[in-house]
């Protein structure tokens, strides 16, 4: 069997991390597994390209500019929402023409046009979906936040402000539809949340709708003990150490305010505890947050080399991700897979991830009190206990193994000619 998953991008970003990651768990499972991306970051040779060109780049720009113009020239939800507009035809690629399943996931900002994916859709081969957000089931979003629109039929939508190409997300919306309709792809939550919110969707009818998690090498990412590991990074011997992820503060999703709330309340609640603790921020805007917490911060740029990763997750006493809407993010399953505990909002996936009280905190949403007690809960719980839980979770739901040996039996089921 060849699988042939496509990607706008090989590295950057959670979705094509997870593809990535699938693609390595699929070849340890004995299927012929190969990535097709926009752009290419290194150069695995199981990983093609389509080439990259002056088009591709006028291309993502053309998008961008439409939807720049329709929301009267803000750049609010400017990368909230995809039209899907223009992209590139990927089923002419000897990848594409040599595959049994073709496997897409996040394939937005021109990757992609609705033309390509209809073309991809009904190419013959098999076709299954993974959701890392909601677009494919939505009109233009990438997250339908309070509005459910996506039920029955997505039109005037709130993240646009004016109708000067018409209505967007209707045009869109139908598109996918007539895509969608008498065709046979499996559609993929990558957690239960997201599963359940796709059935729901009127886009989904008629289609196979099942949930399967990311997966990790839980190998590369393994248990080694702290003190060794704050030696390698530099960090304090004698802290409680607080790991926070960002790419960008900015984005409300990631509800950087909560924490700050959250360690603020911590700081009046027991200021002799909080004299121990200090917080490790990774990520790009790890400078700028500096000012706003209420305690030390420890900057650590983006670290892209996994060891790295591994021994900066083994360091910390815990991660805490305030995220106010997430699918299933591949930092939590990272931590676990550590044994490291997390705390985070009931929300999306999350609580999927995080057993309570078990293997880290689940706070009640957009609740910066119960956020701190989750973190002083999780900070003076058991550790052994904790990190046992958090290692044993990873392995059992998020391993290689276990999610590959899901994928591949969705790729039979579906497959025309029975098993491959």
């Not at 012929?32 to 006028?58: F, I, P, Y």
């Not at 409300?252 to 603020?264: H, M, W």
Request: proline residues 2%.
């Amino acid at each position: 069997m060849r699988v042939l998953i496509i990607n706008t991008s090989e590295r950057i970003g959670g979705a094509a991390i997870a593809a990535n990651r699938l693609m390595e768990a699929l070849k340890k499972n004995g299927v012929k597994a190969r990535m097709l991306v926009r752009d290419k970051q290194t150069d695995h040779l199981t990983v093609a390209s389509v080439g990259s060109n002056m088009m591709m780049s006028v291309k993502f720009v053309w998008e961008r500019t439409i939807i720049f113009i329709a929301n009267l020239f803000s750049r609010k939800n400017l990368f909230q929402v995809d039209i899907a507009n223009t992209g590139i035809n990927v089923t002419e690629h000897a990848e594409f023409k040599k595959a049994d399943v073709i496997h897409l996931h996040w394939v937005n900002q021109g990757f992609l046009s609705l033309n390509d994916i209809d073309r991809i859709v009904h190419s013959g081969k098999t076709v299954v979906i993974t959701l890392h957000d909601q677009w494919y089931f939505t009109g233009i979003c990438h997250y339908s936040s309070e509005c459910d629109k996506y039920k029955t039929l997505c039109e005037n939508c709130g993240m646009l402000n004016s109708r000067l190409f018409g209505d967007l997300a209707k045009q869109v919306f139908n598109r996918k539809l007539r895509i969608y309709e008498n065709s046979n792809i499996t559609f993929v939550g990558c957690s239960k949340w997201m599963t359940n919110l796709a059935e729901k969707s009127r886009l989904t009818e008629g289609n196979k709708v099942v949930s399967i998690p990311n997966a990790i090498n839980t190998e590369r990412f393994h248990q080694i003990g702290k003190a060794e590991a704050r030696e390698e990074m530099l960090l304090p011997l004698d802290k409680k150490l607080i790991l926070f992820g960002c790419q960008r503060i900015t984005d409300e999703r990631k509800g950087f305010k909560y924490l700050v709330d959250a360690l603020r309340i911590i700081k009046d609640r027991d200021v002799n505890f909080a004299e121990n603790i200090e917080i490790v921020v990774v990520g790009g805007d790890s400078d700028k947050i500096r000012n706003s917490m209420p305690f030390k911060v420890i900057p650590v740029s983006y670290v892209s080399d996994p060891k790295k990763m591994v021994a900066l997750y083994n360091a910390v006493d815990l991660y805490v991700t305030p995220s106010l809407q997430d699918n299933l993010p591949n930092t939590i399953v990272e931590s676990l897979a550590c044994g490291t505990p997390c705390v985070g909002f009931n929300v999306g996936g999350i609580p999927e991830m995080i057993d309570h009280k078990s293997n880290g905190y689940v706070a009640k949403y957009k609740d910066a009190n119960d956020l701190a007690t989750g973190i002083l809960w999780t900070l003076t719980a058991d550790s052994e206990k904790l990190s046992h839980n958090a290692r044993t979770k990873a392995i059992e739901t998020y391993s290689e193994d276990i999610v590959a040996k899901q994928y591949i039996r969705v790729y039979e089921n579906n497959h025309h000619h029975g098993n491959i």
